[in-house]
């Protein structure tokens, strides 16, 4: 039974995970570089919080309960005790690597790895360890505490017992689970990112305005936000990094970068992040 949760890397999907998991009430031990990294997560929950607060969906009493379940961890060798331990760094295989192989050597054998991952595959990921049959992935959408779908990705090594607890537990923070298999993408990024970019090829091609091509797939399609703001939302960034793997993987054009997104990210215009993206937008 998963009791303990641990999570490595405490940005805005891994405070995100925290937040709703320690709002589950399970205890949270929590770590990322560096003592400010990890203040900065904790200020990502409270801000959340407050805006929970002010619109009358949480209170003190609750807020205080979230982040009184989340304590920090300075080194992996604090995961030792946890039921599973979710990873949420940066998309970089190496970094991830690295890091299920020391939590391989520190967990207790009973003890779910997890990978958060967007797009990497999560049996490679499994490799470095003695555990694949106790490795899945969990993946999370931005923002957690909104968004409800976590997609539940099994590798052929996974066993059964160990993917039934993740889904189980991925549920009892408040999700709705879908079953994926290990492949690029999964199934909400496989469908997604085409979209996404067929929108910025036709602004490229001069089709149509940006804002004419958010309107018409709000107000067209009922989406309740266009392709091209979705697209700043996410990150220009991320976007061309799932669709160069994705098309590394099934070398087809619908998931071949257009050009101008290529360029927009080399510019750093990555999006609301940034403050720009397809649009502009106010830092503050």
């Known amino acids: 039974m998963i009791k303990n949760i641990g999570i490595v890397g405490f940005g805005q999907m891994g405070s995100g995970i925290a937040q709703v998991t320690a709002a589950a009430g399970y205890p949270v031990l929590a770590m990322d570089m560096s003592d400010q990294m990890f203040k900065r997560g904790l200020g990502y929950i409270t801000k959340s919080l407050d805006k929970a607060i002010e619109k009358g969906k949480a209170d003190a009493v609750q807020k205080d309960k979230v982040l009184g379940n989340i304590k920090q961890a300075t080194s992996l060798k604090e995961f030792a005790d946890c039921d599973i331990v979710i990873e949420a760094v940066i998309e970089n295989i190496d970094i991830k690597k690295q890091i299920f192989k020391e939590l ?22 499994a490799t470095v360890t003695n555990r694949r049959d106790r490795f899945v992935g969990l993946h999370f959408f931005n923002p957690v505490p909104v968004m409800k779908l976590c997609e539940v990705v099994r590798t052929i090594d996974t ?13 009892s923070v408040g999700k709705s689970c879908i079953t994926a ?30 804002e004419d091509i958010d309107t018409g797939m709000m107000l067209g399609c009922g989406h309740p936000m266009g392709p091209l703001t979705l697209t ?21 054009s619908h998931y071949s970068a257009p050009p101008l997104l290529r360029r927009m990210v080399n510019t750093g215009y990555l999006g609301k992040k940034a403050g720009r993206g397809f649009y502009a937008y106010d830092k503050k």
């Open 181 to 210: 298999k290990d492949s690029p993408g999964y199934v909400v990024n496989v469908l997604l990112v085409p979209y996404l970019l067929d929108a910025i090829r036709q602004y490229e091609r001069g089709v149509a305005t940006r």
């Open 104 to 125: 391989d050597t520190v967990c207790k054998a009973e003890s779910i790895l997890a990978s958060n991952t967007s797009s990497l595959s999560i049996g490679d990921m």
């Open 232 to 252: 700043d939302f996410i990150g220009l960034d991320t976007i061309l990094y799932i669709a160069d793997i994705m098309f590394e993987e099934f070398k087809d």
């Open 159 to 171: 066993s059964d017992g160990a993917f039934k607890a993740a889904f189980s537990f991925a549920e």
